[in-house]
């Protein structure tokens, strides 16, 4: 019996993980929002912190085996661990693309969900040619 509860226990911790790292992704991509507005010599040293503190929030979900996935310019099916919050605006024959993720999904080693992600989606087409023009500026 002390093994399940062990388990459950276990189950609680890697939950706990999950709402961290999403905490943390949505702040990170703040972060860096903010950091690209500054001066370039400053963007450099807070890039590094950036960098810093990703490395040491991927080593927290190897030591857990965990993966925080972003889905961002991949092809959407429904078979994702993720949420898309505008699937609503689109035909059942529209082809999609994950356009921004505003939550990552968190996942075991072995493949199991802690933690779906919240994505948006645009049409294919649509997406390609945005990503396209902005390549060319």
């Known amino acids: 019996m002390k093994f399940k509860k062990d388990q459950q226990k276990n189950v609680v911790t890697l939950s706990t993980i999950a709402e961290f790292v999403v905490e943390e992704y949505r702040f990170m991509r703040t972060y860096a929002s903010a950091v690209n507005k500054l001066f370039p010599e400053e963007q450099k040293r807070y890039a590094s912190a950036y960098t810093y503190h990703d490395g040491k929030v991927r080593e927290l979900l190897e030591k857990f085996n965990l993966k925080a996935i ?4 991949q092809d959407y099916d429904e078979g994702l661990p993720v949420t898309p919050l505008n699937a609503d605006e689109f035909e059942a024959a529209d082809q999609l693309v994950v356009e921004q993720t505003f939550e990552p999904a968190i996942i075991t080693s072995e493949g ?3 933690r779906q992600g ?3 989606l645009a049409r294919k087409e649509i997406h390609e040619e945005k990503n396209t023009s902005e390549d060319e500026e």
């Open 70 to 73: 972003s889905f961002n310019g």
């Open 112 to 114: 199991n969900i802690i």
């Open 118 to 120: 919240t994505v948006s």
